[in-house]
């Protein structure tokens, strides 16, 4: 038997399910899917981050004694190769959005495909409410996840010891040029090793509460993309914290990962459409929107966070909050455009994070804001940028300006030298606009 490991948001070696399930004769590959990578642009950060971590993840597994097969092709062509090589089956860990789904199940008419849970802590299976339905609220879906703090429950994998690898053409690796990408700068931290990034942040635990929500301040762990693409495993994160008396705000944070993972799969229409069933009638202003992506709405927060966002491909979970109601309240623009430009930019892309965190944004998700409890960008920028140390940091033209001024409402504007666009909507009338529209949305039949 020569088994395949498919290495795909799993670039570890460290607490890995297919390293400890696999058996005997291996070839670990990895592919870079033709059908995604054709649809990026040349500049895509995520492709320079994918591309270095597979290179690590293939010297350590020579470390072990194995090697990494890298592909440029579809997945389909390569099982197709692959068992006529002779190759019978192949292990790799869950993904359950839309094109992941309907990739596996290309896959499985070629190859039989034995899917461990290893990009998450629980399998959505094993939680379900006394009726046997999934939940669709956090707090008791958090209740109910309280057995992992029992130590057994979530054991490490240990990487299996009778392994062999097969024969194979290793040595053979496409370059990002290749495959149509140019290297992206990328940001430091994501250079740096994540399980020391993980030990060091353990030190500042005690102060995640009081300062995840202050853009400036550095207070939360940065995990996010390395959980993304699992140079990290979600348990190792959990086990570490868990041993701290003061982690729970950060594993609550964790179980919202685990949560939104948990809907999608539950309700994987959330993909496409509102969760709630309510008609939002979005006004959809294609200007505005241009404007909101670049960061030319008039409301300096909001474009700071974009401007950061398209030169960085990052964006601190306030900021998100804040640009996301924006857009889907203020503008009235349907969360799904919101949520394809997220997922073109953010390096820490994750289709379930996204998705929910966008229809908690609008109003359209099963646990979300409530409609009428609109944020007011300046408000929040006063309160969690106030001396507008990131403002600045991102808009350093606007370094003259008296922070307050930040945060009054066509208070930048008014210095004409510094020639900042005009607000796109005025907050007060898009705020009534937003709630007039959205009690018209049907909430009493959801
Ligand atoms: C509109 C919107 C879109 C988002 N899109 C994504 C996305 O595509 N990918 C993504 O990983 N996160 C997304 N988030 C959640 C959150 O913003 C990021 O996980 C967080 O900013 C990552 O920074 P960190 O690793 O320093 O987080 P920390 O505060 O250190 O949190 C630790 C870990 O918990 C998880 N986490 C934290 N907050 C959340 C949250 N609100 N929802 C889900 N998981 C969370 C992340 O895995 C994170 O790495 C989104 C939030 C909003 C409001």
Redesign the pocket.
């Known amino acids: 038997m020569r088994q395949i490991l498919w290495f795909r948001r799993d670039l570890r070696v460290k607490d890995n399910a297919i390293l400890a399930h696999a058996q005997g004769e291996v070839l670990p590959i990895f592919i870079f899917d033709t059908n995604i990578l054709n649809k990026l642009p040349s500049n895509d950060k995520r492709v320079t981050f994918i591309y270095q971590s597979v290179l690590k993840l293939k010297k350590e597994l020579q470390n072990l004694g194995l090697d990494l097969a890298i592909f440029y092709d579809e997945p389909q062509t390569v099982f197709k190769n692959l068992k006529t090589a002779g190759f019978t089956s192949a292990l790799c860990s869950v993904d359950y959005d839309h094109y992941a789904k309907e990739r596996d199940k290309k896959i499985e008419k070629i190859l039989p495909l034995q899917r461990f849970t290893d990009s998450f802590l629980i399998h959505p299976k094993e939680v379900l409410n006394k009726s046997h339905l999934p939940y669709k609220v956090f707090t008791p879906f958090y209740n109910a996840l309280h057995y992992l703090w029992e130590a057994h429950n979530i054991k490490a994998f240990e990487c299996s010891k009778n392994l062999s690898l097969t024969h194979f053409d290793y040595p053979n690796i496409p370059t990002l040029q290749e495959m149509g990408f140019t290297k992206q700068l990328l940001p430091d931290f994501l250079m740096q090793n994540p399980h020391e990034l993980l030990k060091n ?1 353990t030190q500042s635990l005690n102060d ?1 509460s009081q300062k ?1 929500d202050f853009i400036a301040l550095n ?10 693409f699992g140079l990290i495993s ?1 348990k190792e ?1 959990f086990n570490t914290m868990r041993s701290y008396p003061q982690s729970q705000a ?1 594993i609550r ?5 685990e ?2 993972n948990y809907l999608l799969y539950h309700f994987p229409k959330t993909q496409f459409e509102n969760q709630k069933p309510i008609e939002v009638e979005w006004n959809n202003n294609k200007e505005h929107f241009k404007k909101w992506c670049k960061g030319e709405t008039g409301v300096p927060i909001v474009d700071a966070a974009m401007q950061h966002l398209n030169t960085t491909g990052l ?3 306030r900021l ?2 804040i ?2 109601s924006y857009l889907t309240k203020n503008l009235l623009i349907n969360w799904q455009w ?2 394809a430009y ?2 073109e930019k ?1 390096l ?7 998705i ?3 229809q ?2 609008a109003s359209t998700g099963s646990d979300a804001v409530p409609y009428f409890r609109i944020f007011n960008p300046y408000l929040q920028s006063a309160k969690f940028d106030k001396e507008g140390v990131f403002i600045t940091l991102v808009l350093p033209w606007l370094k003259e300006v008296d922070a307050k001024r930040l945060h009054k409402e066509n208070a930048t504007q008014s210095d004409l030298f510094l020639n900042y666009p005009q607000q796109i909507v005025s907050i007060a009338q898009s705020r009534s606009r937003a709630i007039e529209t959205f009690k018209k949305a049907h909430y009493e039949n959801a």
């Open positions: 942040f995640y995840r207070g939360t762990s940065q995990m996010s993309v390395f959980l993304r979600p994160v950060y944070q964790l179980f919202f990962r949560f939104y964006m601190h979970n998100r909050m640009v996301a919101g949520e997220f997922a953010l820490d892309y994750e289709a379930s994070s996204n929910a965190s966008w908690w944004a």
